[in-house]
């Protein structure tokens, strides 16, 4: 155990951490909002329910996660349009007829 007296530290010299500004371009960017639209464009495309449920959750944790407020609430109204829109294509549209072979 070292003594106090050989302490080579200097608390007058400490500074507090501030980190440094980011510009908002340079951001790192918002995989959660890319993935909401993926998946709300497969649920309306290809009508996977799952898809547009997937979509409304990754929305919902992107906009929790939202840094810069321009550009992310675009890409998250988005998402959210897509993810509405595979909803009301999958439980309010008319049944796919069946393929008969």
Same mark, same amino acid.
């Given at each position: 155990? =070292?003594?106090?007296?050989?302490?080579?530290? %200097?608390?007058?010299?400490?500074?507090? *951490?501030?980190?440094?500004?980011?510009?908002?371009? !340079?951001?790192? @960017?918002? *995989?959660?909002?890319?993935?909401? #639209? #993926? &998946?709300?464009? =497969?649920? @309306?495309? &290809? $009508? *996977?329910?799952?898809?547009?449920?997937?979509?409304? #959750?990754?929305?919902?944790?992107?906009?929790? !996660?939202? $840094? !810069?407020?321009?550009?992310?609430?675009? %890409? #998250?109204? +988005?998402?959210?349009?897509?993810?509405?829109?595979?909803? @009301? +294509?999958? *439980?309010?549209?008319?049944?796919?007829? =069946? @393929?008969? +072979?």
């Amino acid at each position: 155990m =070292a003594s106090s007296g050989n302490d080579p530290r %200097q608390p007058s010299t400490a500074k507090p *951490y501030k980190p440094q500004p980011v510009h908002p371009d !340079n951001l790192p @960017v918002d *995989y959660s909002g890319f993935i909401a #639209i #993926i &998946f709300g464009v =497969a649920g @309306v495309m &290809f $009508r *996977y329910k799952l898809g547009s449920w997937l979509a409304l #959750i990754f929305c919902a944790q992107s906009l929790a !996660n939202m $840094r !810069n407020l321009e550009t992310d609430l675009k %890409q #998250i109204s +988005t998402g959210f349009m897509f993810a509405v829109m595979g909803m @009301v +294509t999958n *439980y309010l549209s008319p049944a796919r007829a =069946a @393929v008969k +072979t």
